[in-house]
């Protein structure tokens, strides 16, 4: 069972569809840690060009699917309620397996650093356990 669902990540996060790249929360640390679902589907409009007859989730959608849970995290704090979480930079950033439609990936971050708006969190996509992308993301809050 999920902590939350589509409607209430909208609620914290400004993302809308097709861009909300999270179906539910799992696990919510505030200012912590979140842990994340996507259910990948062929039905996301990505895979209608990547790539054609070998569809591939883009490694840079799975980092910002990374990156919303972050996000979640971070923006569930009463003190950036309503605010937008920003890219301020992504590290040691690995790709190591194909998703495609029909995986479950689970997105982990946990914010390693925070100084006011600004943070560093280290991030994993998991399919079966197994690791998809790793990488450590920082973002700024305003």
């Known amino acids: 069972m999920s902590l939350m669902g589509t409607k209430e990540i909208m609620e914290i996060i400004p993302h809308r569809q097709p861009f909300l790249l999270l179906d539910t929360i799992e696990e919510l640390e505030p200012g912590k840690r979140a842990v994340g679902k996507k259910c990948v ?3 996301e409009p990505f895979f209608a060009g990547h790539f ?3 569809p591939v989730m ?3 959608l799975i980092v910002e699917a990374l990156a919303q849970a972050g996000a979640v995290a971070i923006l569930s704090q009463p003190d950036f309620k309503g605010k ?3 890219f301020g930079g992504i590290n040691h950033a690995k790709f190591k397996k194909k998703v495609v439609p ?3 990936l689970t997105l982990e971050l946990e914010i390693t650093k925070q ?3 600004i943070g560093i969190g280290t991030a994993k996509a998991t399919v079966d356990g ?4 790793s990488a450590e993301l920082t973002f ?3």
């Not at 197994?130 to 992308?133: E, H, I, Y």
């Open 41 to 43: 589907s062929y039905n």
């Open 52 to 54: 054609p007859g070998e």
């Open 58 to 60: 883009p490694g840079v």
């Open 84 to 86: 937008t979480a920003y």
């Open 102 to 104: 029909g995986d479950v």
């Open 115 to 117: 100084k006011g708006p």
């Open 130 to 133: 197994k690791l998809a992308v």
């Open 140 to 142: 700024a809050v305003g």
